[in-house]
C-alpha cells in the first residue's frame, strides 16, 4: 500500500472546491483535478467542453469502465506527485473514495457546502466553458452530479466547510482543516 497522504475535496459544481485547492497549492501540496480527466476525455471524443458533452462523458465512462473509473485514471499521477500529500480536487462517489483507500494508506474527505443560490452566482461569473448559462442548466448538472453520488460523500466527509462568507473567511477555515489534517505529516 502506498504511503501517500490524499486529501480527497467534494463538493456540488461552485461551492469552493477550487479555493480549497488553491490553498493546498500555497502550502506546497500538488493538486489533481478528477475533471481534468473528463475535459481530456471529451476533447478526446472530438466534443465541445459544454456542460451538456462533459456531463455525458462522465456518465459514459463510468458505464464503460465503472463507477470509479476517474479515480482509477487518477492513481498513477497521484503516485507520481511529489511529496507525500496529494490533494484531489472533485471526488464525486464512494466509490472513488473506496478506489484511493484501497490504494493509499491515508485517505481524507473534506466536503465543501454553498447553498444553490451562492454556487448560481459563482459559476455564473467564473464562466468556464463548461459553466451553465441559466438556471435550468444549472440544476441539470447539479442532478448529474448527485446521481453519481457525490451527495453521499459530501455528507460522509471527514470534514465540512460552509462556505457562504467571503473568500478570506473560506481561506481561513480551510487552512486550520488542512492543517489538521496534514499535523502528523
Known sequence: MNTKIVIGVAGMPGAGK?????VAERMGYPVITMGDVIRE???KRGLNLTPENMGAIMLKLREEEGLAVIAKRCIAKIES???????????RSLDELGEFKRHFEKVVLIAVYAS?????????RRQRSDDPQHWASFNERDMRELSVGLG?????ADYLIINEGTRIEAERKILDVLRKVTENE
Do not use: C, M, N, Q
Not at 477550487?18 to 488553491?22: G, R
Not at 453521499?152 to 460522509?156: E, V, Y
Open 81 to 91: 506527485a511529489e511529496g507525500r500529500t496529494v490533494v484531489i480536487d472533485g471526488l
Open 41 to 43: 476525455e471529451t476533447k
Open 116 to 124: 444553490s443560490e451562492t454556487r448560481f452566482r459563482r459559476l455564473f
Open 18 to 22: 477550487s479555493v480549497v485547492t488553491k
Open 152 to 156: 453521499k460523500a459530501i455528507a460522509l
